[in-house]
Each structure stands twice: as C-alpha cells, then as structure tokens.
C-alpha cells in the first residue's frame, strides 16, 4: 500500500455525471425542444452508466490485486496549495470506496432510467436531469475524496443537490420550503463537520503531520492520543464535530428533521436520497475514519445510543403515518439508526453491510411507492389505496420483495445486515441497546406489513375516476424495480454469519477496516440471539396482519380521533413545531433584534450627530450673520460712503486729475523732505 | 513600457474623463462608448500586469517614480505588490463592466460618465499609490465623485444616503490625515515614502502614554496612530459599528456604483489595514489584532448576516451580506498565519466578484419592476429563466458553497483563524449556517414558488446584462475550482507582511 499506483481513469468515474449535468444545465432546454426527451434522457443516462462501467473496472483492477494491495489513486492537481495546508484533487479507490462507487453509479443509474418513465411529460426534464447528474457527481466524489476536505465538496454537493431536487416543483412554496429545510438543517451539522476537519488538521499539524488525506490520517492517528483540548482528548473532539456532520446528512437525532420533508422531491429522488446517496454519506464518513473513531470510545458509545434512539423514534412515527412515503421516509430514518448503532459498537463493516442492503430493498420501495403514486395519479395517501396487487403485478411482486427484506425475514438481504448489527450489540455487551434494536425490528415488521396490507390488500378504496384508470407502470419502470427486489434477495449473502460460511465482505474491508478483536461466542448464543430478533419480527408481522388485515382500514380514518399517544406519534412529537418555535423563531428575533439596534441606536447616534452639526453650524450662521456679515457690511458702508463722497473727484476731468496727481507728487515730496531726512 | 504601466491604468480613465467633458451634452451613445473605450486600456494593461508578474518576489514591482513636491520630499511613485495586484485588477474589470452597467443612466449623461472615469482613476491609483500624500490624494479624488454619484444619480433619498457617506468617510479621511502627518513627522528624515516607513517599522514608540485613557490602556504612540488608521479604515470596510452608511448608501446608488462601492471602495480598508497598519506598526497590530480585527470580524460576520437576515429590501440585504463577509477578511488577516492571511485576500477578492454579481442581478429586477421588495415578487424562476440561472451562481457562491470561489476565501480564513481563536472561529463558523439562511430564503421568496401574476410578462435578461455577469461568473467558477489562479498572487507578498507582525506576536 505504499506506492499506489497512478491510475488516470478513476477521475472519468466521477466526471462524466459532471459532465452530463453541464451539457443538460447548460443546453439541455434546446436539447429538450430540439430532439424532445430522450435526447436528454440519454445525456443523463450515458455518463452515469459509463460511471458504473469504469467503476465495474476499478472493481475488477481490485479484486486483481494482492489483499493488502487494493488500493488505487488518481491524483488529479494540487487544489489549494497553503504553506504546510495542501489538499489535492486526488481520487481514490480502496475496497471501501469500491463498495461506494457501485451502489451509488449502479442504482443511482438505475434510478435515472427509471426517472424517463417515471417524469415523462415534464416540460423541465432536462433541469432535473441536470441535477439527478449533479447529484451522482457529487456523491462518487463524496466517497472517491482522497481527503476530508474533497469529501466536503462532495458532502456539500449533495446538499445543494437534495435542495434543487426536493424544490423542484418550485411552483408550490411546501416543496421550495422543504428543500430549504434539507439544505439548513446540513449546514448546521456542516457547521460541525468544518470544525472537525480544522481541530483534526491543527492538532496533527502540531506533531508535524498536518494533513486531511485520509491515508495520512489513518497512518498517524496514534498522534492524537494524550492530546487535550478544553480538558477532552483530541480525538473524542475531532469525532464528536464530525459526527454532528453526519447527524445532518444522515437524518439522526437531532437533526433528522429535514428527511421526512425530502419525500416532496420527485419520487425517484427520494429513492436516490434516501437509498443511494446522500443519507448513507455520514456512515461512510464514520467507516473512511474508522481508525480515528476507534481513539475516540466515549464518541463511539454516543454515537450508538444515538442510533439506537434514532431507530427506536422514527419507527415509532412510522407506525402512525398514512403518506405512503412518509411511512418509508421514517423507516430510512430508523434503519440509519441501525447503522450508526453498529458503527457506534465499533461494528464498521455490519455498518457498511445494512447500507448495501439498505441501498436495495429501500431503493427498491421507494421507486415501487413511486410506481403506486404513478398509477394513483398522484395521490399518496394509503388510506385511499388497496387491492393493488391485481391492477399492478409486476409493482406488487418487487414491493413485496422488498417489504420481506426490510422487515428481517430470514435469508433476505436485510435478515443477514440487520443481524449482524444486533449480533455485535449484543457480543459487544450493549445489551439494553441490543433490547432496543430488536424492539425496533418487531416495529419495523409491524409498520411495513401495515404499509402493504394497506396499500395491496383489501378493497381498493380510491374513487372511481382512480380506479378505473389504474395500470402498472411502463417497462422503463419495473425493469429497474425487478433488478432491485433480486439485489434485495441475493446481496445478503456476501456477509454471512460465522456458522453459516464465510463472510466475503469481511474479507473484502479487512484492509481498510480494522476491527477489534472479539471474544468467541457459541453457535448456540448466536442462533439464540438471533431467534429472539426472528421471533419480534414475526410478532409486528402478526399484529399488522390482524389489524391491517382482517380489519379494513376506513378511507376517511381520522388520526385525530385517536389517543393521545397515537396523536403525539402522529404529529411526529411536535418536534417541528418545537424546532420552529425555538430555532426559527429565535433566529428570526435575533436578526430583527440587530437590524433595530441598526437603525435606532447606531443610525440614532449618526444621525444626532449630524444634527448637532446643524445646530452648531445654525449658530455659527447666527455669528455669521449678526457679528461677521454686521463688521463687513459696517466696512463696506464705510467704503461705500467714502467712495461715494470720493466719487466726486472722479469728474472724467482729464485736468483735474493731473491736477490731482501733480498735488499727490508735491505733497508726497514736501513731506519726504521735511520727516524723513 | 513596464514602467510607465501602472500610472496608464491611473490617467486612462482621467483622459478619458476630459474627453468625455469635451463631447456635447446630447451625444449620450457617444459618450458611452467613449467612457466604455477609456476603461478598456486599463483591464488590457491589467492582464498584461497579471501575465507578467513575478510570482516569486515580495517586493514592488511596474515601480514608476518621480520628484512631485521636493521641498517636503514627496513623490509620484507606484508600484504594486501581491496584496495590491488582485486589486488593480479586480477594479480594472469591474469599471470596465460597470460602464455597461450603467448603459441606461438617462439623466445628465455627461456628468455621470465623468464623474465615474474619475472615481475609477483614484481607485486604482489608491491601490498603486507608494508615497502617503499620493495615496491620500488619491483616496480624496475616490471619494468626491462617489459623494455626487450617488446624490445626483441616486433613489429618493439619495441626499440622506449621500451625507451619510459623506460624514462617515469625512471624519474617517481626518483621521486617516492625522495619523499620515503623524507618521511623517515621527519618521527620521522626514518621510512619505511608505516602502521606507514599511522597512522601519520598529521606529514609532510603544512606550505607554501619559495621558488619560492611554495610560490605563497601555497603549503608546504606535497604538494611537494605529487606532486613529484603524477607524478610517473600518469605515470603508465597513465595520461594526461604523457600517450603517452603507445599507443606506447602497439602496439609493444606482446599479452600478453599488457594485464599484461593495466590489472595491469596501476593500480599501481592509487594503490600507494591510498596506499601512500592518509593515508601519506591527507592534500596536500584535496588540490590538484581538479585539479590534479578531472579534470584530467574527462580530461582523454573525451581526452583518443576522441583520441581513431581516431586510425586506433586495440591496439592503445584500449591503448587510458585504458586513458579513467583509468580516472573514478581519478574521483571517488576524490570523497571522499564511492560510489566514492569504484566505483574507483572497476573500477580498472573491466578494469583489461574488457582490458585484449580486448587485448587478438585483439591479436586473429593478430595471424592469422598478421595486426591489423581497415580497413583491415571486417565481421569477418561471418567467426569467437564465436570470435565475446567473441568480443561483451568485447565491451560492455567496453561501461558501465548494467549487465556486467563496468556498476556498472562507475555509482558509477559518481555517487559519482556529489555532489561534478557537472559540471566535466557532462564532464566526456560525455564520455558515446564517448566511444559507437568508440566501436561501430570498431565493425563496423572489424567484420560486408561485409566479406572480404582475410580473408575468417581465422580459428575460438581455444581452448587455448577461455581458456584465458572465466574466464574473466564469471568474467564480474557476477560482473555485483552480485557486492558484489568484493564491499564486498573493503568497509570496502576503507572507512577508505576516511575517513583519509575526515577531511582535506575544
């Protein structure tokens, strides 16, 4: 690993959406009147499948190399070049990053295909090509980012993409406001992610090693140890500032607020947030710096009672919510928490294992959720849907694919990632957290099985104008839906249990993953434990049926004729309303706050200042006018009455002039004479 | 011709001012171009100077000088440096764009465009200028036509705006006076040159005045001079709480002179601070960097973004977005490291293009609604599609986002500024989050959600607006994506200035 290779091609995997969304940014309204929408469909598509391919390749130049040889960089130029701060343009691929680069090309493509069924007719394709483009660009450089600060271009990126993609539909101030609320609510955990990067660069430089590159880091991390600032070890700091970055863009506690209201985008971008991109970047970021997070076990222990806690929330909202996006928006929330509760027991590569699976089976929902509203016409509310399953077969098969992975059952793709996680709650002796993960896993199973009871089952309780116009969606969109559910069944099996073989994605991170050695457990404890999560499943599984199920739902069931507890849930724990109050509210107050202090104080002073001039320079007028002007006119009355008596010698008299001047030169003589001598 | 360069770029434009009073009143087109013409010479120089400077120097270099007043040893003498250069340039480009700004200026023609290639000439020759009485003269000549600019050309009450300047800057001028006499007749001979008061720095005393409140302050007669440099300088910047000139001075302007005042005039304060406070007084620097550059700058950045936060005026906003950012510069020069002060500059030149930009968008909008109300209008989006293209450039760029320009500025400046300020470096962070905010939320309110049904038939941007944007919009691409363009600039000037406080450092 100490002479990577110089490997020029790695850039062309992030430039090319980069550069599909220059060509449709720029040109794409012509390109759309001119040749109509599979012109732009196919500058989109193009540079993102040639992505997967090239990103195919570094997969494949991997797996030929030695184990401990993986790893392949492209170093571009020299970005900003700063005394002993240099950050290069530098793209890299390692085993971790490989993973990245095929989850985010390869269904983030398929996402784009399935955007030309899914938004034909919209007069702006070509914009929201652009940015599904731009969007893909800055997450292949979020994860090929050689450095933290690189990654931050990406982590940004992705920020502003969420935000012109959730605002797409502009016209309607909900979706502006919700995309507003995605991009604030990141740059408030960007806030933290900044300050991580400058406390982690300054303290490294102070032992001689400053640096962002994430080799370097993971290569000196030993240095942080011992190192205090405000009387808290270096590297809990560095971590815990980071991780206020990934709370943001990865929807946890406290700033998952922005996620629910991301689902105003498009469908399909909600597919692409929520299972490919952007939310997955903060569990990246803790897998790139698993070294670093590895000094810091009090972040660490944070982290997975943050997770634990986020999962245990969001899945108590999801129950309640009758959007049928909604419902998945929280699940995204809930699973994350899985992830960050694994990355919080040092579980990295259980972490990166359910974002794999995550990116299929969530992937898969949302686009299916999409195909439902597609075919609903618009409408979302599960309430007004059921029966499905007969109008929309090829939707119903992959959506219950997908259900049946995400709820845990066993020998589906999240069976296997989401035990894992549990496992390692549990032999990492977080057993109250593990209790808690696996209450989660009964809720999840409880709320999907709602969500498709709901929505395929029963009598189908849309009006008649829906009903009878409803239709499985075009080829363009189940194709990708079929690819999807089958990943949702298959991935699992790269990360079996220890009693079940090998465990390929293991061995795959081992380079760049360092996991603490743990103890060995029995075959029996491990079956145990994982019983116990089949078994909570299986009871959500029974309860949704018996109350989604038997019980039709009412299409005008009211969620504020409930409880107490079933409005509080409903309403998401006013957390927003709490948020806006506070944050809002007293962001808004302070502003106002400064801008009166502007104008009536300082402009107050400015201005009194001015007036004091006036009034001084009234006064001086005053002088002016009765004092001086009163001694000038008294000179000039004085001048003016002698010259008016002297006006008289002033006769046009060439003589008497002479006479006068003759007189002058007499007098003035006589006197010089008789004075002066 | 490399020496005579520098003072070109000066008197083009003042040539080009007798020409334009020698032309007859009515002849509007013609005195456009003129106007136009004279500001070409200056942005061609201006790139020849950017091909041909030498990266590795730190010295001065195009120097032209020559006897003016012998008797009190003053000189006509320029030259430039890495920490001026950007800013010839930036004001060889924006007058030359801003002529075209001001296309439409319809009333007393003549006077306008004279009184803009005069404004020009003394900008540029404020940042080449070497000898103290130049520089101050040049600093007067800068500011007389600025006065009449905004109150003959301005909005209705453009007489308020326009004394408001006035005062400010009169007493900042004053102050700025006393401190050059000061520095003058301290020195030994009896000097204005500023590159010899620069090499001496260690000659003005520290040694604690007698006087009250000096004397409890400890502060000497470099401190005085400083503080006295300071509050000239921290007018034009501006700073808290000298900045309340400039919302007001910015609503009234017209179009184009919003964009020379936030593009350059702002930037000769945080200029002189670094030209003159900086090599001349290190000591009293190292004293007062703290309070007076640390903390106001941060200050700066949370107030002015708070503030802007909210305005309900398109131009007042973004006034209040040239104090906040305008803040970073504060904060990174006293940094006294090389990310610091570098990220400073090159801030300094990053919100010269990234404002500019911004006033020129809102004067679009303002041309055609003839009202800059935040919610007065709505979807603009919908109806002026490239508009909102260039709209979004600026905004973001505004907002630090990485890849465009005004990422590169503030992460250096904060960067620089945590080793040293911790907890002014978390305060100053904050204002990532504010400035997204009100960015976002006149976004917002302008140019999406519902088109507003008045401005339905609004016309798209035309060609001569999209001719004034585009160069700076490339230019904040590029710098975001390539800083070295500008970095390479300034490094080798900028360290060694550091390095002149870096010493006095207790």
């Known amino acids: 690993m100490d002479h990577p290779v110089q490997t020029d091609f790695l850039r062309w995997i992030v430039l090319f959406p980069l550069l599909g969304a220059a060509v449709n940014g720029l040109l794409g309204a012509r390109i759309q009147d001119r040749w109509g929408e599979r012109a732009v469909a196919l500058v989109a598509c193009a540079p993102v499948s040639l992505s997967f391919l090239f990103s195919l390749w570094a997969f494949g130049r991997l797996l030929a190399l030695p184990a401990k040889e993986r790893f392949l960089i492209d170093a571009f130029y020299t970005w900003i070049p700063m005394g002993s701060f240099s950050v290069d343009v530098a793209f890299w691929v390692d085993p971790l990053s490989a993973i990245m680069i095929l989850v985010v090309s390869g269904i983030g493509g398929l996402i784009h295909f399935y955007s030309i069924g899914y938004m034909h007719g919209d007069r702006s394709l070509w914009r929201y090509f652009a940015y599904l483009n731009l969007f893909t660009f800055s997450m292949l450089l979020l994860v090929t980012g050689d450095n933290l600060l690189l990654m931050f271009v990406g982590w940004e990126g992705v920020g502003l993409c969420s935000w012109a993609l959730i605002g797409f539909w502009y016209h309607d101030h909900t979706n502006t406001r919700a995309g507003n609320k995605a991009f604030i609510v990141n740059r408030i955990g960007d806030f933290g992610f900044v300050l991580g990067i400058f406390l982690l660069y300054w303290t490294l430089a102070g032992q001689g090693h400053g640096t962002l590159a994430f080799r370097e880091i993971q290569e000196h991390v030993g240095l942080l140890a011992d190192i205090q600032l405000w009387g808290i070890g270096v590297a809990t700091l560095v971590t815990f500032l980071l991780f206020i970055g990934a709370t943001g863009k990865s929807a946890q506690i406290p700033l998952y607020v922005w996620l629910p209201d991301a689902m105003q985008g498009p469908t399909p971008v909600s597919a692409l947030i929520h299972a490919a991109t952007m939310v997955t970047a903060g569990v990246y970021m803790i897998a790139r710096l698993n070294e670093l997070f590895s000094a810091a076990p009090a972040t660490l222990g944070l982290i997975a009672v943050i997770g634990a806690a986020t999962a245990l929330f969001a899945a108590t909202i999801a129950v309640t919510q009758n959007d049928i996006k909604r419902v998945l928006a929280y699940s995204t929330i809930s699973q994350l928490g899985y992830m960050f509760l694994a990355m919080g027991v040092a579980a990295y590569t259980a972490g990166v294992f359910h974002l794999l699976t995550h990116a299929f089976f969530k992937a898969c929902l949302f686009l299916g959720s999409g195909s439902i509203i597609h075919a609903m016409q618009g409408e979302q509310d599960m309430r007004q849907m059921g029966g499905l399953r007969k109008a929309m077969p090829a939707t119903f098969w992959t959506f219950t694919i997908g259900v049946l992975a995400i709820a845990g059952t066993p020998f589906l793709a999240g069976f296997f990632s989401k035990d894992a996680i549990l496992w390692q709650a549990w032999a990492s002796h977080n057993e109250v957290l593990w209790g808690v993960a696996v209450f989660v896993a009964g809720l999840t199973a409880f709320y999907m099985f709602r969500q498709f009871f709901m929505v395929f089952f029963g009598e189908c309780r849309a009006d008649h104008h829906v009903r009878d116009h409803l239709h499985e969606s075009p080829k363009i969109m189940t194709w990708p839906l079929w690819i999807l559910a089958a990943g949702s069944v298959v991935v699992g099996y790269i990360g079996l249990p220890p009693f079940m073989g090998a465990n390929l994605l293991d061995g795959w991170l081992d380079p760049v993953i360092h996991l603490p050695h743990g103890e060995h457990h029995s075959v029996a404890e491990e079956v145990g434990v994982m019983s116990v999560s089949i078994a909570a499943a299986v009871a959500g599984v029974a309860i949704a049926w018996f109350l989604y199920y038997l019980r039709t739902p009412s299409r005008d069931d009211s969620p504020e004729a409930k409880g107490v507890a079933y409005r509080v849930l409903y309403n998401k724990y006013y957390v927003d309303e709490v948020y806006q109050f506070v944050f809002v509210g007293g962001t808004l107050l302070l502003a106002r706050i400064g801008a009166a202090f502007d104008r009536y104080i300082i402009d107050t002073i400015v201005d009194g200042s001015a007036k004091v001039t006036t009034i001084v320079s009234w006064f001086n007028g005053l002088f002016d006018k009765y004092v001086v002007d009163m001694l000038v006119n008294a000179v000039a009355n004085v001048t003016f009455a002698v010259g008016n008596n002297f006006r008289r010698v002033q006769t046009g008299n060439i003589n008497s002039y002479l006479y006068v001047v003759v007189g002058a030169v007499v007098v003035a003589l006589i006197v010089k004479l008789r004075y002066w001598n | ?506």
């Open chain 2, 1 to 506: 011709m490399t020496e005579h360069v520098l003072s070109y770029m000066v008197f083009f434009p003042l040539a080009g001012m007798l020409i334009v009073l020698c032309l007859p009143r009515d002849r509007h087109d013609l005195i456009r171009w003129v106007s136009a013409a004279a500001t070409v010479p200056p942005l061609l120089l201006g790139i020849g100077l950017y091909v041909n400077f030498d990266t590795t120097t730190t010295g001065m270099q195009f120097v032209q000088r020559a006897a003016w007043i012998p008797a009190f040893n003053i000189e006509y003498y320029v030259g430039v440096d890495g920490l001026s250069v950007s800013m010839v340039l930036l004001t060889a480009l924006l007058s030359f764009l801003c002529i075209f700004a001001s296309w439409n200026i319809d009333k007393g023609v003549k006077g306008y465009f004279a009184l803009f290639l005069l404004l020009d000439t003394g900008m540029t020759g404020v940042f080449v200028a070497l000898d103290f009485v130049l520089f101050y003269v040049f600093w007067e000549v800068m500011l007389l036509p600025m006065y009449f600019l905004i109150g003959i050309w301005g909005g209705p009450r453009k007489e308020y705006a326009a004394i408001k300047f006035f005062l400010y800057t009169l007493l900042g001028s004053v102050l700025m006076l006393v401190a050059i006499l000061a520095l003058y007749f301290y020195s030994e001979p009896n000097t204005f040159d500023m590159t010899k008061l620069m090499d001496r720095s260690n000659l003005y005393s520290t040694e604690p005045l007698g006087m009250w409140p000096f004397n409890v302050w400890g502060w000497g007669f470099q401190h005085v001079v400083w503080m006295a440099l300071f509050i000239g300088f921290a007018i034009k910047i501006p700073a808290f709480p000298f900045h309340t000139w400039l919302p007001d001075a910015h609503v009234e302007a017209p179009t184009a002179i919003s964009v020379i005042l936030a593009g350059i005039l702002l930037k000769m304060g945080t200029y002189g601070i670094l030209r003159i406070n900086y090599p001349m007084l290190p000591e009293a620097t190292a004293d007062l960097a703290f309070w007076f550059l640390a903390a106001l700058g941060a200050w700066n950045i949370v107030y002015g973004g708070l503030c802007a936060m909210a305005q309900t005026d398109m131009k007042k906003l973004v006034a209040y977005s040239s104090v906040s950012h305008m803040g970073y510069v504060m904060l990174g020069m006293a940094a006294f490291n090389t990310q610091g002060i570098n990220g400073a500059v090159l801030q300094m030149f990053n919100h010269g293009t990234i404002t500019a930009m911004l006033f020129l968008l809102v004067g679009v909008i303002y041309d055609r609604a003839h009202h800059r109300d935040i919610d007065g209008f709505g979807g603009l989006a919908g109806i002026m599609p490239v508009y909102a293209g260039f709209t979004a450039l600026a905004f973001f760029a505004s907002m630090g986002l990485p890849g465009l320009s005004g990422f590169v500025s503030e992460v250096l400046v904060l960067l620089g500024a945590w080793p040293k300020y911790h907890a002014l470096t978390i305060i100053a962070a904050l204002g990532i989050v504010i400035t997204a905010g009100y960015m976002l939320w006149m976004m917002q309110r302008v140019y999406l959600g519902p088109p507003n049904e008045k401005y339905r038939d609004l016309p798209e941007i035309n060609g001569r607006e999209i001719f004034t944007l585009f160069p700076l919009g490339v230019i904040v691409v590029v710098v975001g994506v390539y800083p070295r363009v500008v970095l390479d600039l300034l490094q080798a000037s900028l360290n060694n200035i550091n390095q002149m406080v870096i010493s006095h450092l207790s």
